[in-house]
T-cell receptor, first 113, second 113 residues
C-alpha cells in the first residue's frame, strides 16, 4: 500500500535562513511525488512534482525538492526563507498503477522575521 | 482562484437538512475529485470522477452522494449528516490521472450542528 510520512508537525526557521520540510514515502514501483502548499482559508496550491529524470526538481516561489530513491525521500527545500512562506505544506505520492493521490498529514512552516 | 471554484464557501446545517456543495473547474480538465480535510488529519480522498464516470469511492458513507453531470461540474449532495462530518471539503481537478498535478478549489467549510 502507498503511504507518505511527514515526520515534523511544525518547522520553524528565521527569515533568510534555508528551510527543509521532510517527506518520506512508500510505494510499489516508481513513485510520482508532489508538494502542495495551503495558506489559511485557501485550497491547496501545487508547488512542484517529480515524475522521472533529474533528481532535483525546481518549482514555484523558489522552492525545490530532491528525490532520493535509496532513502525513499522527497524533501522540500528553499535556500532563503521568507515570512510569506509561512503556511501548511503537504507531500503526496502516487504509484504508477494507482489512481489516488495519497497525502501526508502536513507540516506547518513558520518563518519569523 | 478562478481555475476551480466552490460554492458555498461556508455552510452550517442541521443533522436533518439536505444541502449540496458545488464545484466548477474552468481548466478543461477531465478528472475531478472530492476530498475531506479535518484538523490534524491527512486529506481524505472521497470520490474520483474521470470523464464524468465515477472511478473511485473511498468507502464514503451513503449520506454523501456525488454527482458529475459533465467534466466541468461536480456536486456533493449531503443529507442526515453527523457532527463529525464537519470539515473543509475540497474539490480538485486534473488533466487526467497519472502524473498530472491536481488543482484545488478554496473549499467549503461545513459545520454540522
Amino acid at each position: 500500500a502507498q503511504s507518505v510520512a511527514q515526520p515534523e508537525d511544525q518547522v520553524n526557521v528565521a527569515e533568510g535562513n534555508p528551510l527543509t520540510v521532510k517527506c518520506t514515502y512508500s510505494v510499489s514501483g516508481n513513485p510520482y511525488l508532489f508538494w502542495y502548499v495551503q495558506y489559511p482559508n485557501r485550497g491547496l496550491q501545487f508547488l512542484l512534482k517529480y515524475i522521472t529524470g533529474d533528481n532535483l526538481v525546481k518549482g514555484s516561489y523558489g522552492f525545490e525538492a530532491e528525490f532520493n530513491k535509496s532513502q525513499t525521500s522527497f524533501h522540500l527545500k528553499k535556500p532563503s526563507a521568507l515570512v510569506s512562506d509561512s503556511a501548511l505544506y503537504f507531500c503526496a505520492v502516487r504509484d504508477q498503477a494507482g489512481t489516488a493521490l495519497i497525502f501526508g498529514k502536513g507540516t506547518t512552516l513558520s518563518v519569523s522575521s | 482562484e478562478t481555475g476551480v471554484t466552490q460554492t458555498p464557501r461556508h455552510l452550517v446545517m442541521g443533522m436533518t437538512n439536505k444541502k449540496s456543495l458545488k464545484c466548477e473547474q474552468h481548466l478543461g480538465h477531465n478528472a475531478m475529485y472530492w476530498y475531506k480535510q479535518s484538523a490534524k488529519k491527512p486529506l481524505e480522498l472521497m470520490f474520483v470522477y474521470n470523464f464524468k464516470e465515477q472511478t473511485e469511492n473511498n468507502s464514503v458513507p451513503s449520506r454523501f452522494s456525488p454527482e458529475c453531470p459533465n467534466s466541468s461540474h461536480l456536486f456533493l449532495h449531503l443529507h442526515t449528516l453527523q457532527p463529525e462530518d464537519s470539515a473543509l471539503y475540497l474539490c480538485a481537478s486534473s488533466q487526467e490521472f497519472d502524473f498530472y498535478e491536481q488543482y484545488f478549489g478554496p473549499g467549503t467549510r461545513l459545520t454540522v450542528t
